[in-house]
């Protein structure tokens, strides 16, 4: 019989991993690929089951008192995930972003229920950070803080890490040598990388970055198209010491790998999916890896 879930959270795991004969055969390369898809829930990307994690951790400890409010400084996905997240879980949202953010985005939040503050547009997002940390303090409301909050690579090393684990690990050796994964908040990648890590050294953890933005490399920070990475900035909750080396995609490259992975292998994947699979597949065409992973954190729709 089907199971009968009792929240739709509990639906978006475990995530698949699927190999991709058909976009490694249309590259004409040699070897294996494969991609973990981590994007089912509502927003289509990872941030969905992140926000749900990252609200069941802070609940576990006592963090977060039921029916506290949770604040947030976010206007993208990730707001949108919390919002749905938090107003399911009896919570009301709060979210903090600059007066200039787009109307569109705050009217569709407003819509799901959130309520939105405005910070001066002069202090970015450091000033919509600012705000919700006071605003949290003095109203005694819950700061989620995705990007320098634990909880964030916390859940990756509990739910996508040990996930990875499961499925790659063949008689005490791994069926890939790398794991290609997208950076943005870089909850997954020091979550994923720090358990892979602790199981085995012989797969390599690989940041992957916009050539436009390249924050991890210490290189120029400027606007690039693969929305969910590349914030310009390196996240507190980044990692570096399990991450082996960082590979810089541009726009193009990433949209043109999501566009072609959809006509060979018939998956919708965001341009952030797309930067993941092309590091994974030149990693694969250099020579440098025989077997490899990439980690999808986003979709399109079609």
């Not at 693969?226 to 990692?239: D, L, M, R």
Request: glycine share 10%; proline share 6%.
């Amino acid at each position: 019989m089907p199971n009968i879930y009792p929240n739709f959270y509990q639906t978006l795991l475990p995530c698949p991993i699927v190999e991709l004969r058909g976009y490694l055969a249309d590259c004409g390369l040699r070897g294996r690929l494969y991609a973990y898809l981590d994007f089912n829930g509502a927003t289509g990307t990872a941030r969905d089951s992140l926000a749900e994690g990252m609200l069941a951790l802070a609940a576990e400890r006592h963090g977060l008192l039921p029916g506290q409010p949770i604040i947030e400084a976010s206007s993208g996905t990730f707001a949108t995930a919390l919002t749905l997240a938090g107003l399911t879980a009896g919570h009301p949202v709060v979210l903090v972003m600059p007066e200039d953010a787009p109307a569109l985005r705050q009217e569709g939040l407003l819509r799901m229920g959130a309520k939105i503050l405005h910070s001066p547009t002069r202090s970015g997002l450091q000033g919509a950070r600012t705000m919700a940390e006071k605003t949290a303090a003095e109203k005694g409301w819950y700061y989620m803080n995705w990007l320098a909050n634990d909880d964030n690579p916390e859940y990756h090393r509990r739910v996508t890490g040990p996930a990875i684990v499961r499925s790659i690990a063949r008689e005490n050796t791994s069926l890939v040598d790398t794991i290609t994964i997208g950076v943005g908040s870089a909850g997954t990648i020091t979550g994923v990388g720090e358990t892979i890590k602790g199981w085995t050294n012989d797969v390599r953890i690989v940041a992957v970055e916009p050539y436009e933005s390249q924050a991890l490399a210490g290189g120029f920070i400027g606007n690039h198209g693969i929305p969910e990475i590349g914030f310009g900035f390196v996240p507190k909750n980044f990692n570096s010491y399990v991450v082996d080396n960082v590979a810089s995609v541009s726009t193009t490259d990433a949209t043109r790998a999501a566009q072609r992975v959809l006509r060979t292998d018939g998956i919708p994947a965001a341009p952030s999916a797309g930067a993941a699979l092309h590091a994974a597949a030149q990693l694969i065409a250099n020579g440098t890896s025989r077997s490899a992973l990439a980690i999808f954190s986003g979709r399109t729709t079609i």
